[in-house]
């Protein structure tokens, strides 16, 4: 056997090991594990507060609907942005900020770290953390990847970037055709505790049309019954989590 080949043969023997060691923290989009063993990715914080968060925005149509929404009860959240939206509407992603909500990014496509290699798994956060920074005049210190994904060469990236990723402990299912603001909240309500992150959506840009109108008709009772419990509901920079 020929140098070369023996070269080729070690690496296609090292494949699955490899793809093994990238996919691996992909074990975290188990909520249940996440949720026991990975406290600070699931957003576990104070117990007294529910960091309320929203992905995939902004929306010209729906996200100022939310910001209403949110002004009227005097909530503020945290906002993942996704960097190709947020190009289209700067104007949008200032006015979030304006109203004192938090901004992290979302990547900048909505596509899964895990088929992405190290190199355009960095340069898509890369791409997003600059744009957002740009228009905020300060970089984002968060990151939710798309699905919740993330494998080893998005840690060794978030890391280099000076990002904190921060995933979820309930969500809404307010992303489907099926969804309702009664299925939203009940399916937030079977999860909601003390010190969780909610993720919910602002936009339905990944989503199913017009889902994100279930999602508004339930942040209400969302935040209703959160009062009802005690819980404070704010961004993540007041959940605990960075300091």
Same mark, same amino acid.
């Given at each position: /056997? ?35 063993? /990975?406290?600070? =990715?699931? %957003?576990?914080?104070?117990?007294? #507060?529910? $960091? ?31 960097? %190709?939206? $947020? +190009?289209?509407?700067? @104007?949008?992603?200032?006015? *979030?900020?304006?109203?004192? #909500?938090? *901004? @992290? *990014? ?28 740009? =228009? ?18 998005? #840690? ?9 990723? !921060? ?5 809404? +299912? ?7 603001? %009664?299925?939203? #909240?009940?399916? !937030? ?32 009772? *969302?935040?209703?019954?959160?009062? +009802? ?15």
């Amino acid at each position: /056997m020929t140098a070369a080949r023996a070269l080729r043969t070690a690496a296609l023997a090292a494949l699955p090991a490899l793809a093994a060691a990238h996919a691996a923290p992909v074990i975290s989009t188990f909520g249940p594990l996440r949720n026991r063993s /990975m406290p600070r =990715l699931a %957003g576990q914080g104070r117990s007294d #507060h529910l $960091a309320l968060t929203f992905d995939d925005g902004p929306a010209p149509l729906s996200t100022p609907l939310f910001l209403a929404l949110l002004a009227e009860r005097r909530v503020r959240a945290t906002f993942f942005l996704l960097g %190709g939206e $947020a +190009e289209r509407s700067p @104007g949008l992603v200032r006015e *979030i900020a304006a109203a004192g #909500h938090e *901004i @992290g *990014i979302h990547g900048w496509r909505h596509l899964p770290l895990l088929v992405r290699g190290p190199r355009a798994t960095r340069d898509d956060l890369a791409r997003a953390r600059d744009l957002v920074g740009d =228009l905020l005049g300060r970089p984002p210190q968060l990151i939710r990847p798309p699905y919740g994904v993330m494998t080893t060469a998005a #840690h060794v990236a978030v890391r280099r970037l000076g990002l904190t990723p !921060v995933l979820w402990t309930c969500w809404g +299912e307010d992303w489907t055709a099926r969804a309702t603001p %009664g299925s939203v #909240h009940r399916t !937030v309500m079977a999860d909601l505790r003390g010190g969780g992150t909610l993720l919910l959506h602002d936009s339905d840009c990944t989503s199913a049309p017009g889902s994100w109108r279930a999602t508004l008709g339930a942040l209400p009772r *969302i935040l209703d019954a959160c009062g +009802e419990r005690g819980l404070g509901v704010g961004p993540l920079r007041d959940h605990g989590l960075l300091g």
